[in-house]
């Protein structure tokens, strides 16, 4: 296995733990000492951004990824995402992740609303 594999199967693994099995202990884990958020949307510091998590762990939400993309220590995950309380038909996100030492250290994220109707037929995924 490549570290870039590696690296695609350490960041699907955290969303895995995430979002389906809620599990905040195992994403813990995978969070660098060092870590640097540069997305507006959730605070930086690996402390700060494990509270952020936990709110939004409690709130709901899910994740479909449609693609991982993985390129040595950067990994980019591309999903829909519907958030707490969100009865309309989600987000679609795509983040980067930087890993060192086989954990996540670095995020990037950019995100927008799902269009109830596009003028595009084949969709946003």
């Given at each position: 296995m490549t570290d870039a594999e590696r690296n695609k199967e350490i960041v699907r693994g955290c969303y895995e733990q995430f979002f389906v099995h809620r599990r905040l202990d195992a994403v813990a884990d995978a969070i660098h000492e060092k870590f640097v958020q540069h997305s507006p949307?959730?605070?930086s510091g690996r402390d700060a951004y494990l509270a952020h998590l936990r709110e939004a762990a409690f709130a709901g939400g899910t994740?479909?990824?449609?693609?991982?993309?993985a390129d040595g220590d950067f990994?980019?995950?591309h999903h829909h995402m519907t958030l707490r309380d969100d009865d309309g038909p989600?987000?679609?996100v795509v983040d980067l992740w930087r890993l060192e030492d086989g954990k996540l250290v670095e995020h990037?994220?950019?995100e927008?609303?799902?269009p109830?109707?596009?003028r595009v037929?084949?969709?946003?995924?």
């Amino acid at each position: 296995m490549t570290d870039a594999e590696r690296n695609k199967e350490i960041v699907r693994g955290c969303y895995e733990q995430f979002f389906v099995h809620r599990r905040l202990d195992a994403v813990a884990d995978a969070i660098h000492e060092k870590f640097v958020q540069h997305s507006p949307d959730a605070p930086s510091g690996r402390d700060a951004y494990l509270a952020h998590l936990r709110e939004a762990a409690f709130a709901g939400g899910t994740c479909d990824i449609k693609r991982i993309i993985a390129d040595g220590d950067f990994v980019a995950v591309h999903h829909h995402m519907t958030l707490r309380d969100d009865d309309g038909p989600g987000l679609a996100v795509v983040d980067l992740w930087r890993l060192e030492d086989g954990k996540l250290v670095e995020h990037w994220d950019v995100e927008q609303p799902v269009p109830a109707a596009s003028r595009v037929p084949n969709g946003m995924f």
